[in-house]
């Protein structure tokens, strides 16, 4: 099983940091298809063969998702697109 692992600092208060995170949860669920929903800070995604979160922490934000055997195979244009979407959105 592969893993994605990102922290990325962002300076934002809290409430613009949550809506930049559901618009990277936005862009998720177009490109890869995943179910989003939050729980409390954390934003849960899965879909089959993802399973992760996106949690909002006090000055940065974790991204960790663990990839099945078929996605790992796209590990690495989805750790890309999530790095670049956070880099426009933070």
């Known amino acids: 099983m592969s893993r994605i692992d990102i922290r990325h600092a962002h300076a934002l208060p809290k409430p613009q940091a949550r809506k930049a995170v ?8 177009e490109r890869f298809q995943v179910e989003c ?7 849960n ?3 089959s063969g993802i399973d992760g979160h996106i949690a909002l ?11 099945g055997f078929l996605a790992a195979m796209f ?14 959105r933070f």
């Open 75 to 88: 590990k690495d244009p989805i750790e890309a697109e999530i790095k670049r979407v956070l880099q426009e």
């Open 22 to 29: 559901e618009e990277v949860a936005r862009k998720l669920q």
């Open 37 to 43: 929903g939050w729980d409390g800070d954390m934003l």
């Open 45 to 47: 995604f899965s879909r």
């Open 57 to 67: 922490e006090e000055g940065g934000l974790h991204v960790f998702a663990k990839l």
